[in-house]
């Protein structure tokens, strides 16, 4: 059965701390991974990746993804208090299909 | 460009009722995907439209349907609610692009079945 695994699930940082989120994943017929940002409303997608090794990149926040060894990780480099919120990894399948994780909690505290 | 936009945005069902949910896209976007949030079983994939076909389904019953119109806005049915419907309802619109797809979300519906 497809699934989309996330860790750790609930993380407490203090503001400037850097942190890596995971996400690792068993599917057949990978197309790509999406990360998503929600916060107390609908999420807001940050990334999407194909390829391995090649690092997106907006702000603060990067992704990669690993093929090889089916996982991809989101870092957010000094984090202010406005990140915090869950993040979702989700995975879609060649035939469209996007399975999602549980989700990373993340509280950035003063 | 307007976001996507959802109604209602808020809903109360009971138990055995329907309830058509609505979902416009962001103008140009020709693909509709629809989404079910709950705590206990987080985001799941309800089905996928593009150009008025369901391209996917996940996993739920055939009570759940949906359907596009020729404008892309789309609609989702759910028969016969059962408690355990409840949740968030969220539709989003997908923007091809060379190198990425953008998907955007709407604000949600949010259904409550008594």
């Known amino acids: ?110 | 460009k307007a976001g996507v936009t959802q109604t209602p945005r808020y809903l109360i069902k009971t138990r055995g009722q329907q309830v058509t949910l609505s979902c416009s896209p962001i103008s140009g976007h020709r693909s509709v995907s629809w989404y079910q949030q709950t705590p206990g079983q987080g985001l799941q994939f309800l089905f996928e439209y593009f150009s008025e076909t369901q391209r996917n389904k996940g996993n739920f019953p055939g009570r759940f349907s949906g359907r596009q119109f020729s404008n892309s806005r789309s609609e989702m049915n759910v028969s016969t609610l059962e408690l355990g419907d409840s949740a968030l309802y969220l539709c989003a619109s997908t923007e091809f692009g060379l190198d990425t797809d953008t998907q955007y979300f709407g604000p949600g519906t949010r259904l409550t079945v008594l």
């Open chain 1, 1 to 110: 059965e497809d699934k989309v695994v996330q860790s750790p699930l609930s993380l407490v940082v203090h503001e400037g701390d850097t942190v890596t989120l995971n996400c690792s994943y068993e599917v057949t017929n990978f197309r790509s991974l999406l990360w998503y940002k929600q916060e107390k409303k609908a999420p807001t997608f940050l990334f999407m990746l194909t390829s391995s090794g090649i690092e997106k990149k907006s702000g603060r926040l990067s992704s990669i993804l690993d093929k090889k060894e089916l996982f991809s990780i989101l870092n957010i480099t000094a984090t202010q208090t406005g990140d915090s919120a869950i993040y979702l990894c989700a995975v879609k399948t060649s035939y469209d299909k996007v399975i999602f994780g549980p989700g990373t909690s993340l509280s950035v505290i003063p």
